[in-house]
């Protein structure tokens, strides 16, 4: 099982996405926490030029997130 933490911008940003972006939202933070690539399931790109730092397409916003 992995954690996952967010800042105070992103969880402000979440707190005003629209209720169908929200429950999509919930399930991609679920499955991130017991898989950090769930490329099947997902839009995932790793970031060129960065060391495991990763994008999540989900509808028009993008997630950053980073594998420690």
């Given amino acids: 099982m992995f954690e996952i933490y967010l800042s105070n911008k992103s969880l402000k940003t979440l707190r005003k996405l629209e209720d169908e972006i929200r429950g ?4 991609l933070l679920l499955t991130l926490k017991t898989s950090p690539l769930p490329i099947k399931e997902y839009d995932i790109k790793k970031i ?20 420690k």
Avoid: F, N, P
């Avoid at 999509?24 to 399930?27: E, I, N, P």
């Fill in 24 to 27: 999509r939202r919930k399930d």
């Fill in 48 to 67: 060129s030029g960065a060391e495991d730092v990763y994008r999540i397409r989900l509808s028009t916003y993008r997630i950053i997130y980073k594998i």
